[in-house]
């Protein structure tokens, strides 16, 4: 291959160091104004009155906007279409945005704001999980399944319980992953205007302009067909710019109503309270292993608190069961989780979406079972990884599964065997793997159609233009897009000019999330690009005189031996043979075996893997933590372009070390007899703390090629994966250098510091959840196993029993 | 609403520019220059991505005042190339950014440059230690900060071999 | 975006001039150096002067010899071998890079108090119906506290204080000079004991072999949560601590226990004893009050050793992670 697998310049790397890259607070307008957002003071009110007179009279507002101005609902589910633009009644936490002011520049705006006047009547405050299951009032919302527990779900493949009461040993530990958020630099923002032809655009710096569109459409009441969202690129994403968001809707509606551009820029506490990140879980695994190491089955229970609102919850709630079956063999598995509301702000999908917290405790769990069996933890991982091609107990499907030499390469590298409890006192090594998908198989909203579109053009001149739904969010998916096409019809990437992510003028694509975008869109890419060079190779053989399957595609010509036409050429004669040249492409994922309800989230075209180990030094006076060297090997199935993705590693690397150590969104609740606040600890840059360059170790890097068939050749996903074995590998290595367990995330200095004082005093070295809540957990959907010929549906009780 | 007017030096040219006097010089490039190269990520001085050169050092535009630059040289992405004479190309460091996967999401990548830029001014050879301290103060996200590094050495190297040309 | 409130914008070019504006506006003004401090807070809303004097152009302030003007950067601090390393330590772990190029020392000695409920936007604190600090009645931090409990977060105090140094403060009715020592008092809102009329122009600082140690989560950004300054005055160690209470303090029964006694191993880690007694972390701040106040006397531990002479580059290598000045 010419291009795939070649380092390269990214094609839109000149744009990102010459500050030309416009993002979406860069986009200025003729006549724009500027609106901000009145944010509740209250965790948990009711709206008795607003009166906006004396803002709307104030100089410079030309629009004050309250609830009453938006009649729909949405949502990024279809089943939680649950938050308003701006709420009309119901305050479900400190952020909750209550009214929007227009004015003629930002300034004007805030001062506005402060003369609004609202009343409230506060409600008592839901501040954790052990609260919302106490108190089922005052309800969050009508719509939960019981009290303030959003959504209950439970699954039984397999008698999990009586396969780990037979095994030779059972684990049973409890561990928590506390909250953290996205963080990226830039903060949301968005401009809405109205066109010469007076639709309305919506420039937002979104990861996923698809549902931005469908969700305008439903609050504004207006034709998706008179709407258009162009996702500028992100600032980072991380998975905070994938709901759709209060302001996008506010915005719109203004320069509807005004008929003049609207931005808005949410401040950094504004971007901590727009949130949508990583839940905080309280997990339990009980997981039986027989002597030879082999795990006979698990029961894993999750308490995820989500905060005020659905967003993406119910899916982040699967998640955290979904994926404990794609890595090892796990023969029997139940799985029961809980998402209950609080009046924090919402929580949905950070990097990993729902699995890095139980791959914290799964593999920190693997650790301690190595230690009891007597076995190296890569040795006992090695001698459990699920198989190529199988299917798992609950029905995922595994293609290809480059795990093994991911161990093998970050063992070789860090001199595991070597080093591994032989450092020394306050050294030590951890070891921790991770699976993550491809893509999730199916969309968030239901339907049949394709997940990605790609649509391309060729003119005479040799130019070519690729069009996709796709979302640039720093992650390099125009290259990728580029690099495909440019495989496929032998040209350099940077003759491929690509537009994104604009629901104006591109195909469907829904939106850079679920590491997605290059198997999806790679694909869509290459069906398209097959067309269009099977239209060249028929016009170019003619000229040529020779069969089109014989033709090569290569550094912009089209050539036979030494008959050659350049990539323009070819160009202008298929122009000629066929007219106005043009392909689309689409991808659908396959359809995934499970049939059981909730089937939907797990499956994915393929799953890449990861393998990490850490070393951490220790200091037994302090319990200051140090982390000098990472290595990781990822599973990637084939590099499109290395540089790009050992950046997605590094920087998964980075951030997983960064949650590991020190990231939370954690909230104060100050005493309830003085006041009801419950309020962000430090919504800032400051006080929300991510590691700098100082605190950055080497980071030793490897990409494992083991291509998937379902993947654009081969390439799995490369963005997600390798966040996910670094949190728990930091654990196991603190553990190896003092022999403390930290059941919990961050890993704080002081935390180490008590477990070594429990060390010290004789008992057991752990820091962690101690309890676990009791769950009101409905009984299983019962699906058996394909090793206990079910066939991915739900068993009906009786046959339940049966296969017990 | 009286405005404020100053002089000063914009990318080595001079540049006359009234605005409310509340602006920070953050403000004043990005609202009345039009300079949008120039990011913010807190406008609290918690992140660097506002930092440009201020008389060639780095400073965070977000806690300038734009009543204290009357008379200032600022330099900000968008004059890099220039400063290297480099015209519709790029500065070193800027294509030792785009080439080694320095800037993912570009984003704090305007204030990294700068900063990067004003450190090899003082070390042409700065050592791996010494160009983790200098940025520092820069916050990124994508990266893990190893090939911001990583081009910032390489960097030094194609300035030090185009001065010697 | 952040916005800064409305102002009147003041710049004398000098020292008189300046003192006779602060003398008519009094508490309306505020002086603006760097505004690595002030202009957060303004921007948040914890303070909005009506009228802001900056002392850029005032040459005194500039003055970089033997006497230390007020307005000289951090940077230059740094970067200046003549000045103790104590000092240059402290100052090099100001912050970050860009801060330590637009703050000054007078700036960093003059640091309002910080704390986790103050340090907010208007709309955060507006939730929690305000504090002690500004605008409330309650101290959050301790709900039964008369006082402010807000903590002293400057860096280049205690390593000024463990040294010696000395301000000078003027008005438009006379000057006076003082002990560091004597700028604060332990309140976390009347924190300094300078004057609302009064503009600290210079400080003079001893020479002495000294050093700082800072504890932060971070390599950079981070306030210190624990400042641990040591200087050998007389022959004798002298400690200091910062960001443990309102204001940066000389350990008294340490440095009385310290005196005239060789830095040995016991004496190390009896002064580590009495200065940790002395620590009073709150809950305000980054990190575990408990651990910090736990940890104390290991700082004050690699203080000492530093300063008898140990090698502790792989200790500073690992809490500073890089080598300060």
Redesign the interface.
């Known amino acids: 291959m010419k291009v795939i697998g070649k380092p390269r310049?990214?094609v839109?790397?000149?744009?990102?160091?010459?500050?030309?890259?416009?993002?979406a607070?860069?986009v200025?307008l003729p006549r724009m104004l500027h609106m901000k957002m009145l944010?509740s003071?209250?965790p948990h009110a009711l709206i008795e009155s607003i009166d906006v007179s004396r803002a709307a009279a104030y100089a410079g507002v030309h629009l004050v906007l309250t609830g009453k101005d938006f009649p729909a609902s949405f949502g990024i589910l279809p089943i939680t279409q649950d938050e308003y633009p701006l709420a009309p009644e119901h305050v479900r936490y400190?952020g909750d945005p209550v009214a929007a002011v227009v004015a003629r520049?930002?300034?004007t705006a805030?001062e506005a704001l402060e003369l609004i006047e609202v009343r409230y009547q506060p409600l008592d405050t839901i501040s954790s999980p052990e609260e919302a299951l106490a108190k089922p009032e005052p309800r969050l919302h009508a719509y939960s399944e019981r009290g303030n527990i959003h959504r209950l779900q439970a699954f039984q493949f397999g008698d999990a319980d009586a396969a780990i009461a037979q095994s030779d040993y059972v684990f049973e530990d409890l561990f928590f992953y506390e909250g953290n958020t996205?963080?990226?630099?830039?903060?949301h923002a968005c401009v809405a205007a109205l066109d010469a032809d007076g639709k309305l655009t919506l420039w937002s710096s979104t990861q996923v302009p698809h549902y931005v569109h469908r969700a305008l459409a439903r609050v504004l009441q207006m034709p998706a067909s008179q709407i258009r969202v162009i996702a500028t690129?992100?600032?980072?994403?991380?998975g905070g710019k994938c709901d759709v968001c209060n302001h996008e809707m506010v915005a719109g509606k203004a320069a509807m109503m005004l008929g003049r551009p609207v931005k808005i820029?949410l401040?950094?506490?504004e971007v901590f309270y727009m949130h949508r990140g990583r839940h905080p879980v309280l997990m339990k695994f009980r997981t039986g292993v027989s002597k030879d190491g082999k795990l006979t089955g698990m029961h894993l229970q999750t308490l995820v608190d989500g905060g005020a609102y659905g967003s993406y919850g119910v899916a982040s709630t699967f998640y955290t069961g979904a994926l404990q079956t794609v890595t090892y063999e796990l023969p029997r598995y139940q799985f029961e989780a809980a998402r209950v509301f609080t009046n924090k702000p919402p929580c949905g999908p950070k990097r990993g979406h729902g699995t890095p917290q139980p791959r914290f405790g799964q593999e920190i769990q693997l650790d301690k079972i190595a230690e009891r069996l007597g076995k190296d933890p890569a040795e006992l991982r090695l001698g459990m990884l699920v198989k190529p091609n199988s299917l798992t107990a609950n029905w995922l499907k595994i293609g290809s599964i480059g795990l093994e030499q991911c161990i093998r390469t970050v063992v070789e590298r860090s001199d595991w065997k070597q080093r591994f409890r032989k450092m020394g006192p306050g050294r030590g090594l951890g070891l921790a793997c991770g699976s993550y998908l491809c893509g999730a198989g199916l969309p968030i909203y239901w339907n049949k159609m394709p997940q990605s579109g790609v649509q391309m053009l060729l003119d005479r001149s040799g130019q070519i233009t690729v069009f996709c739904g796709a979302t640039e969010?720093?992650?390099?998916s125009d290259d990728v897009l580029a690099a495909i096409v440019a495989e496929v019809l032998g040209v350099d990437p940077q003759e491929v000019r690509c537009i994104t992510g604009d629901t104006g003028i591109t195909p469907v694509d829904l939106g850079s999330y679920s590491s997605r975008v290059t198997v999806m869109m790679g694909n869509a890419a290459i069906h398209a690009a097959e067309k269009l060079k099977a239209m060249l190779a028929e016009a170019a053989a003619e000229e040529l005189e020779v069969v089109p399957d014989r033709l090569q595609f290569a550094n912009g010509h089209v050539s036979f031996d030494a008959r050659s036409l350049t990539f323009a050429e070819a160009v202008v004669l298929a122009e000629v043979k066929f007219g106005t040249l043009g392909a689309v492409g689409s991808y659908s994922p396959p359809r995934a075996p499970g049939r059981y309800k909730g089937a939907g989230v797990g499956p994915s075209p393929a799953y890449s893997y990861s393998a990490c180990v850490v070393e951490a030094?220790v200091?037994a006076?302090?319990?200051?933590i140090?982390i000098p060297k990472i290595w990781i090997a990822h599973d990637i199935g084939r590099t499109i372009n290395p540089?790009?993705a050992?950046?997605q590693v590094?920087?998964?690397?980075?951030?997983g070390l960064s949650e590991a150590l020190?990231e939370e969104q954690v909230f104060r609740r100050?005493?309830a007899k003085?006041?009801r606040?419950l309020?962000?600890?430090?919504?800032?840059?400051?006080?929300y703390?991510?590691?700098?360059?100082?605190?950055?170790p080497?980071?030793d890097t490897v990409l494992i090629e083991d291509p998937d068939p379902n993947c654009p050749f081969g390439a799995k996903e490369v963005g997600q994966g390798p966040l996910l074995p670094v949190m728990p590998a930091v654990a196991n290595a603190i553990y190896d250098a003092v022999g403390v367990r930290i059941d919990e995330l961050p890993i704080?200095?002081?935390k180490v510091?008590r477990a070594l004082e429990l060390k010290a005093a004789g008992k057991p070295a752990r820091v962690g959840p101690e309890h676990f809540p009791a769950v009101p957990y409905p009984a299983p959907i019962v699906v058996p196993p394909p090793w206990e010929g079910g066939d991915g549906k739900e068993a009906k009780r009786d046959d339940a029993a049966a296969v017990v | 609403m009286t405005r404020a007017e100053i002089s000063l030096s914009v990318n080595g040219e001079p540049v006359e520019v009234t605005f409310?006097p509340?602006k920070t010089l953050l403000e004043l490039l990005?609202e009345d220059l039009?300079?949008?190269?120039?990011?913010?990520?807190?406008?609290?001085g918690?992140?660097g991505?506002c930092a440009v050169l201020i008389d060639g050092e780095p400073q965070l535009s977000c806690l300038l005042l734009a009543l204290e630059c009357a008379g200032r040289s600022v330099e900000?992405?968008?004059g890099?190339?220039e400063s290297w004479q480099s015209g519709a190309g790029?500065h070193p460091l800027?294509?030792a950014?785009?080439?080694?996967?320095a800037?993912?999401?570009?984003?704090?990548?305007?204030g990294i440059?700068l900063t990067a830029k004003a450190l090899l001014a003082h070390e042409p050879e700065p050592s791996r230690e010494r160009?983790?301290?200098a940025?520092?103060?820069?916050?990124?996200?994508?990266?893990?900060?190893?090939?911001?590094?990583e081009a910032i050495e390489e960097g030094a190297r194609r300035m030090a071999d185009e001065s010697h040309r | 975006?952040?916005?800064l409130p409305w102002f009147e914008y003041r710049a004398p070019e000098t020292l008189a001039e300046a003192a006779q504006i602060l003398a008519g506006e009094g508490a309306n003004a505020a002086l603006i150096a760097g505004g690595t401090d002030l202009l957060p807070n303004m921007k948040r809303r914890q303070m909005a002067p009506r009228v802001l004097v900056s002392v850029r152009q005032i040459p005194e302030l500039r003055r970089n010899g033997s006497v230390l003007g007020a307005g000289v950067t951090l940077t230059e601090i740094v970067h200046k071998p003549a000045l103790p390393l104590g000092l240059r330590q402290a100052a090099a772990q100001v912050a970050t890079v860009h801060l330590r190029n637009m703050g000054t020392i007078g700036g960093n000695l003059c640091l309002d108090t910080r704390c986790?409920y103050y340090?907010?936007?208007y709309?955060?604190r507006?939730?929690?119906?305000f504090c002690l600090k500004k605008d409330g009645d309650?101290c959050?931090v301790a709900?039964a506290s008369k006082r402010c409990v807000a903590m002293s977060s400057t860096d280049c105090a205690p390593a000024l204080l463990a040294l010696g140094a000395r301000v000078r403060l003027v008005s438009a009715t006379g000057e006076r000079e003082i002990a560091l020592e004597d700028l604060y008092n332990n309140d976390g809102i009347d924190y300094l004991r300078r004057r609302p009329d009064e503009i600290l122009t210079e400080l003079s600082v001893p020479s002495a072999p000294s050093n700082y140690w800072k504890l932060r989560?971070?390599?950079?950004?981070?306030f210190p949560v624990l400042g641990v300054a040591a200087a050998l005055i007389d022959g004798s160690a002298r400690l200091a601590l910062g960001a443990v209470a309102s204001r940066p303090f000389l350990v008294d029964r340490a440095n009385d226990f310290l005196r005239g006694k060789a830095l040995s191993d016991e004496v190390i880690e009896e002064a580590g004893r009495l200065a940790a007694s002395r620590a009073k972390p709150m809950d305000n701040a980054?990190?575990?009050l408990?651990?910090r106040k736990?940890?104390s006397a290991?700082f004050v531990g690699y203080a000492l050793r530093e300063l008898r002479g140990d090698d502790m580059r792989e200790t500073r290598r690992?809490?500073t992670?890089?080598q300060p000045a």
């Not at chain 1, 996205?182 to 903060?187: D, G, S, T, Y």
């Not at chain 1, 590094?650 to 951030?655: D, K, P, R, T």
């Open positions: 310049r990214r839109d790397g000149r744009a990102k160091v010459t500050g030309l890259t416009r993002f607070d860069d200025v944010r003071p209250h400190i520049d930002e300034q805030c996205h963080l990226p630099i830039e903060q690129p992100n600032g980072g994403g991380f820029c401040t950094r506490e969010i720093g992650q390099g030094e200091d006076a302090t319990g200051w140090r540089v790009l050992r950046g590094e920087g998964s690397v980075y951030m020190m100050l005493p003085l006041s606040a309020v962000h600890k430090f919504p800032s840059l400051l006080e703390k991510s590691i700098t360059s100082l605190d950055m080497e980071v704080t200095p002081d510091m | 409310a509340y990005r039009a300079l949008t190269g120039t990011k913010h990520g807190c406008e609290l918690e992140c991505a900000t992405v968008e890099m190339a790029l800027q294509a950014f785009a080439d080694l996967g800037a993912q999401c570009g984003y704090c990548t305007p440059l160009i983790q301290e940025i520092s103060g820069n916050l990124c996200r994508c990266t893990g900060y190893q090939q911001i590094v | 975006m952040m916005r986790n340090n907010q936007n709309e955060w507006k939730a929690i119906d309650i959050w709900t989560r971070r390599g950079a950004f981070d980054d990190l575990d408990y651990w736990d940890v290991a690992r809490i992670r890089y």
